[in-house]
Nanobody, 113 residues
């Protein structure tokens, strides 16, 4: 079964750091591109990052994304967290060959003092 599972979320104080992981299984990892999204309550889901590129302007310079093919995992390193970064963070796998997208259930990040 194709799936991606996010982990690493939690409660962190402003200025803190978290590293999110997204582990893929059930499909050929190298045939998919991976991306990170986030969705805060009442808001739309936003694209945060690709495998290495950060797309969301508000997190550039603080968030970094990278991929480890040996572990079938992508990571989102989040530094200098702010309360406005509070959201559920999702991982998405997109097939290079037209297969259906695979979304995870998300991991909740709460930034609060």
């Amino acid at each position: 079964q194709e799936q991606v599972v996010e982990s690493g979320g939690g409660l962190v104080q402003p200025g803190g750091s978290l590293r999110l992981s997204c582990a893929a299984s059930g499909f050929p990892f190298r045939s998919y591109t991976m991306s990170w999204y986030r969705q805060a309550p009442g808001l739309e889901r936003d694209l945060v990052a690709g495998e290495t590129m950060i797309f969301l302007d508000s997190v550039k310079g603080r968030f970094f994304a990278y991929r480890d093919d040996a572990k079938n995992t992508v990571y989102l390193q989040m530094n200098g967290l702010k309360p406005e970064d509070t959201a559920r963070y999702y991982c998405k796998a997109t097939s290079l060959y037209g297969r259906p997208e695979v979304w995870g259930q998300g991991t909740l990040v709460t930034v609060s003092s």
